[in-house]
């Protein structure tokens, strides 16, 4: 128990002698802090060790707050200090000298610098900026076999003057770019920009920063910062190349990957298999650019594929657009309804058209009666026999025709 209590003493005397030489160290602020914008949406924070500091080999740290735009707070044993963030609303910092003792620490006093908002009132300023990026096959294969396009949409402040025009920059990394291609709504205000190849490395970490500002005869237009997460704005390419067999009732399926500069096996996939005859969607996730599946031969189905970039190779972003659909298959089932309804149909209807012929020749030859080829022969005969019989040819003749529909033989009789 007694020696117990003589440690505890002993480290209570201990930490009182550590303290009161640390009061002896009397921590200084640091010396000219400075923000300074380096780029869009990116500032240097930088001070100076105090140069009145005594004691200077302690292990000396800074502190560094961020009040604007949003709270942050970080250690540093370096004098200047990188920080990303939107630069619109202004940019505020503070720091302080800190040294660590064991579980405690000393610090100095604050200093703070800030850099002033852009000006304009915020009703000025863009609003609902979005941007994306989609990964095209490069013209230039032999310097880099992709690149990123990028596509940004606004709308217009809603008290930003008529005659306001807006200007876009991006920055990815050390690079800054101006929009060269804008769309325009109907006042000839830019509100849409493409870029077909930018800087912006789909694989990169870097945030890329967005600066959309301004001007306006009237008034002062306030700039806008925005950043962009490249893997949560990346539209990925639909799968390439899908093909789709079918063999008895089997259906092979095989694409593959997207354009992009990740690799095979970065992606996973979603295939989509609609019956259109049930109406039925078969959705698949897999690894793999194949699939097999059984259906019903008396169906058609259309495939369609998408592409995710996996969480192996990066955050996994979004799924990416739906290849085109690929119908396969064939519609036996309402062909045969089909076959069911015309051929009766049809067969009403020839035989309708049938028995109106044959009216119609009925009373075609009632009207204008055919004369068989042996009639000839017999007018032949008539003609003779009448220059024989001159007498009583007529009335013989119009026996003929009378009788003639009754046939040949009879004809004949009368006739002779
Ligand atoms: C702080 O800035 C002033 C003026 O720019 C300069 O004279 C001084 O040397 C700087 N102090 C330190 C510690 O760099
Ligand atoms: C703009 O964004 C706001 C808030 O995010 C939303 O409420 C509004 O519907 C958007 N306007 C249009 C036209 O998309
Ligand atoms: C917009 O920002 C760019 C980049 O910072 C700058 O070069 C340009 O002068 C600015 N334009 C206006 C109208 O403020
Ligand atoms: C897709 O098919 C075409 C023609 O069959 C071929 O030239 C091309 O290389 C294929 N694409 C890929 C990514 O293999």
Same mark, same amino acid.
């Not at 140069?51 to 302690?58: L, M, S, Y």
């Not at 006042?187 to 509100?191: E, G, I, P, T």
């Not at 190849?197 to 990169?204: A, E, L, M, W």
């Not at 019956?275 to 109406?279: R, V």
């Given at each position: 128990m007694l020696p117990t209590l003589l440690i505890l003493v002993g480290a209570w005397g201990a930490l009182q002698a550590d303290l009161l030489s640390d009061r002896k160290v009397l921590l200084l602020p640091p010396a000219n802090f400075t923000i300074k914008a380096t780029g869009l949406a990116q500032v240097l924070l930088h001070w100076e060790p105090n140069? =009145?500091?005594?004691?200077? &080999? +302690?292990d000396l740290q800074y502190h560094v707050k961020i009040n604007v735009p949003q709270e942050d707070e970080y250690n540093t044993r370096k004098t200047d200090s990188k920080y990303v963030a939107p630069l619109h609303n202004g940019f505020a910092a503070s720091v302080r000298s800190i040294v660590w003792r064991s579980n405690s620490f000393l610090a100095s006093s604050w200093v703070s610098a800030e850099l002033k908002a852009s000006p304009g009132s915020s009703g000025t300023s863009v609003i609902n900026l979005t941007c994306t990026t989609n990964t095209v096959l490069s013209s230039h294969t032999h310097l880099r076999p992709y690149q990123v396009s990028l596509r940004c949409t606004w709308l217009v402040g %809603? =008290?930003?003057?008529? =005659?306001t025009q807006y200007f876009l920059y991006y920055r990815f990394g050390v690079w800054t770019e101006e929009c060269q291609e804008y769309s325009r709504d109907t006042? &000839?205000? &830019? +509100?849409a920009c493409w870029f077909p190849?930018?800087?912006? &490395?789909? %694989? @990169?970490f870097d945030q890329l920063a967005v600066h959309v500002n301004g001007s306006s005869k009237h008034a002062a237009i306030k700039s806008f910062d925005q950043l962009f997460t490249p893997h949560a704005i990346d539209q990925v390419n639909p799968p390439m190349n899908v093909t789709v067999e079918i063999e008895e009732t089997s259906l092979y399926i095989q694409w593959e990957k997207p354009v992009s500069a990740f690799p095979v096996h970065c992606f996973n996939y979603e295939l989509k298999i609609y #019956?259109? %005859? #049930? @109406?039925y969607f078969q959705v698949e996730k897999l690894a793999t650019n194949k699939f097999m599946s059984k259906i019903d031969d008396v169906s058609t189905y259309s495939i369609q594929v998408r592409a995710v970039v996996s969480s192996s190779c990066r955050v996994s972003g979004s799924w990416g657009e739906w290849s085109e659909p690929i119908y396969v298959g064939k519609e036996k089932k309402p062909l045969a309804e089909w076959h069911f309804i015309v051929f009766p149909a049809t067969a009403c209807f020839v035989l309708l058209i049938f028995s109106f012929i044959c009216r119609v020749c009925h009373i075609w030859i009632r009207l204008f009666p055919p004369v068989p080829a042996p009639k000839s022969n017999i007018k032949d005969l008539l003609v003779v026999t009448d220059y024989e019989k001159v007498a009583w040819n007529e009335t013989k003749i119009e026996v003929v025709s009378c009788v003639e529909e009754t046939g040949f033989e009879v004809m004949e009789n009368s006739v002779f």
């Open positions: 140069p =009145d500091q005594e004691h200077r &080999n +302690v %809603k =008290d930003a003057p008529e =005659d006042l &000839n205000r &830019n +509100v190849r930018t800087f912006i &490395n789909s %694989k @990169g #019956n259109t %005859k #049930n @109406g």
